[in-house]
């Protein structure tokens, strides 16, 4: 009996020390306040103002823009470089969904860099049932939208792409694979009221395109086309920079200030090591992004947990609220990029319609009895120099050369839509709606400039920011002039 009871205390002994040494190695979790005090998610927005702005905007794109872009079919206009314009694809049309859509943050990067623990971290979703999965292998194989909704719930790809009051409709492009793999995540949080964030599948070199099923860089190009803010993950002990990676900086060529690159897992390596790595990663990089001023580097721990001991915790506490400040300014000119973005769109559309329009008057001009039409015509397009038909565009005002289209886009546009389809600029009129020329020149030169100083003019500065940052320097607006 003795013996028993013995054996007993000592089986309790080493119980208690077992789930003793649990609690010493269990993660401390790290404290999340400043997150939502430096993006100011407990301060009211003026949903009326900003409801009576994207309006306002609706009414100028459909009564002074769309109608341009219906006459001569811009929608169908085609891209013929990575990126004809830096932050939209050529022969896009604006939609209602784009125009009242969230501030798009988009992860890109190499698998198990972290993307997934990063968005979890910043929405508070650590050790919830709707956290994304996250591992040391491979795990996310979607393009994951997480949006805000009224309740908790997924939408599979094929309802996001098949619902035009969302953004996401011009996705079906892409084809069934690849809308199988699109999944959507609503839920009720208050940064996802103002933003909404895409987590996409990690960049694996030694796997081609081919093999994802669908055509995995053309899908980024269109999220990377329409991101507010791009930031592009890596680890610290995965530098590797293969083909995969390089084809993805191609294509973000353009939008340089809109990428942020994030060094995460910093707390993972010593000082030392960390300055070595931080150079390894610019001597990767530099390559790459071919440009005068570099993108931001933001070196941190992105995840729930305590920074490892014996690391700059202060340097990545700071790096994490400059990044959210970043965010946040992303957030505050919303309003203001939708309205640079439509009015960037008009001035888009215009070119096309004057180009279209002297292509239109010169087959006319070269036009005679016996002349053949697809004969001329095929010159014109093949020759559009000899005929100075994009020389004369420039005579126009408000035209820059470094806004003119690819002149092969037109030899392939005229190739489905036939001159004869079109009308003269100077048809394009009647006595009640006006001309259509004159409406969209409005646009660009009055009602959109004056809908975004309205806007400026309303707004006010923030304490909760200067209390967090000291009203310091702050990222600059990318569309606002100097």
Known sequence: MKGTVSICCLLTLLFLQATAEVEEFDPVLRDRSH??????????????????????????????????EQAYKYNELRQHEISAYPGRTLGDSATDGEITSKPMVLFLGPWSVGKSSMI????????????????????????????????????????????????????????????????????PH?????????????????????????????VC????????????????????????????????????????IILNKADNLATQDLMRVYGALFWSLAPLINVTEPPRVYVSSF??????????????????????????QVIENRMENKIAFIRQHAIRVRIHALLVDRYVQTFKEKMSFFSDPELVFQE??????????????????????FDLPNRDAYRDFFGINPITNFKPLTSQCSYIGGCLLDK?????????PALLSGINSGRQPGLSSCEVTGCGEKPKNRYRKN
């Open 303 to 328: 995840w729930p947990y305590d920074y490892a001991p014996d690391t700059s915790r202060e340097l990545f506490k700071r790096e994490e609220i400059s990044l959210l400040e970043d965010l946040n």
């Open 35 to 68: 997150i939502d005090e430096t993006l100011r998610l407990a301060t009211e927005e003026k949903a009326a103002d900003y409801a009576a702005a994207i309006q306002k905007l609706r009414k100028i794109y459909h009564s002074s823009i769309k109608p341009m």
């Open 221 to 260: 190009q269109w999220f990377i086309d329409r991101a507010d803010l791009i930031f592009v993950v890596f680890d610290p002990t995965k530098l590797d920079v293969g083909l995969e990676l390089e084809m993805l900086f191609r294509q973000l060529k353009g939008r340089e200030s809109q990428i942020r």
């Open 440 to 448: 969209i020149e409005k646009a660009i030169t009055n009602e959109l």
């Open 380 to 401: 014109i397009v093949d020759e559009p120099d000899k005929f100075y038909i994009f020389k004369s565009i420039l005579a126009k005002t408000n035209v820059s050369k």
């Open 120 to 187: 979890n971290y910043l929405l508070g979703l650590h050790d919830s049932p709707y956290q994304l999965y996250t591992g040391a292998e491979p795990t996310t194989s979607e393009f994951t939208v997480i949006m805000h909704g009224e309740k908790i719930r997924s939408v599979e790809g094929i309802v996001m792409a098949a619902d035009s009051s969302r953004s996401f409709s011009p996705l079906e492009k892409f084809g069934q694979n690849f809308l199988e793999k699109l999944i959507g995540i609503e839920m």
């Open 190 to 218: 208050k940064l996802l009221e103002r933003v909404t964030f895409v987590d996409t599948p990690g960049i694996i070199e030694n796997r081609k395109q081919q093999e994802r099923g669908y055509p995995f860089n053309d």
